[in-house]
Nanobody, 125 residues
Framework: QVQLVESGGGLVQAGGSLRLSCAASGRTLSIYAMGWFRQAPGKDREFVSAIRWSASATSYADSVKGRFTISRDKAKNTVYLQMNSLKPEDTAVYFC??????????????????WGQGIQVTVSS
């Protein structure tokens, strides 16, 4: 198994920036991809962004393209989500996830095996 711990959330004004981090531990050699999801109050959890661990290919939800950037540091087993030009509608609990083992599915639809506890991001207007 892989354990995931998120950090970097908080409260920011609209137009501001935050960087989320997710540190992985455990069977990190089995990581194929890592992603970020979010869940706003009263809404379903939705895909935000993901990155293939070895090839660094990325994917983004349309709602965050051009504003969010995902990256990873393989030496630190950490994935980052740089969030710029934040909007009140970005307010949500953000979850880090890891896919263990190969899949031919796209980053946004593959099944993720391990999940972090989630971290709150609040954007005030």
């Amino acid at each position: 198994q892989v354990q995931l711990v998120e950090s970097g959330g908080g409260l920011v004004q609209a137009g501001g920036s935050l960087r989320l981090s997710c540190a992985a531990s455990g069977r990190t050699l089995s990581i194929y991809a890592m992603g970020w999801f979010r869940q706003a109050p009263g809404k379903d959890r939705e895909f935000v962004s993901a990155i293939r661990w070895s090839a660094s290919a990325t994917s983004y939800a349309d709602s965050v393209k051009g504003r969010f950037t995902i990256s990873r540091d393989k030496a630190k087993n950490t994935v980052y989500l740089q969030m710029n030009s934040l909007k009140p509608e970005d307010t949500a609990v953000y979850f880090c996830a890891a896919r263990l083992g190969y899949t031919g599915q796209a980053l946004g639809v593959m099944r993720y095996d391990s999940w972090g506890q989630g971290i709150q991001v609040t954007v005030s207007s």
